[in-house]
């Protein structure tokens, strides 16, 4: 059984920071692309920033410069450095891990159950 666990969200006034972590869990074998993402208020769930198993990276063009998505391969964790936030990206915030759980088997996806982020002064 696999589990994805975030951490890290909370209040923050706007121009703060914040550090999200993702720890996955459980029978794994290997984790391939991680993720973040965001959904707002009756907005829909968009990909926020993702990493390769090797360490390449990508952002919504909104957020590069200010947020930094890194992983430890050691411990199945991948983060989300947050600085400069804005009151419009108050939302939760969920990690998605691409796994395998056996060698050579079928890649998955997980999801975390989320974190909220709130921007606010």
């Known amino acids: 059984q696999v589990q994805l666990v975030e951490s890290g969200g909370g209040l923050v006034q706007p121009g703060g920071s914040l550090r999200l972590s993702c720890a996955a869990s459980?029978?794994?074998?290997?984790?391939?692309?991680m993720g973040w993402y965001r959904q707002a208020p009756g907005k829909q769930r968009e990909l926020v920033a993702g990493?390769?198993?090797?360490?390449?990276?990508n952002y919504v063009d909104s957020v590069k410069g200010r947020f930094t998505i890194s992983r430890d391969n050691a411990k199945n964790t991948v983060y989300l450095q947050m600085n400069s936030l804005k009151p419009e990206e108050s939302a939760v915030y969920y990690c998605?891990?691409?796994?395998?759980?056996?060698?050579?088997?079928?890649?998955?996806?997980?999801w975390g159950q989320g974190t909220q982020v709130t921007v606010s002064s």
């Open positions: 459980g029978s794994i074998f290997s984790i391939n692309r």
């Open positions: 998605k891990a691409n796994l395998l759980l056996v060698r050579g088997g079928s890649e998955y996806q997980f």
């Open positions: 990493i390769t198993s090797g360490g390449s990276t």
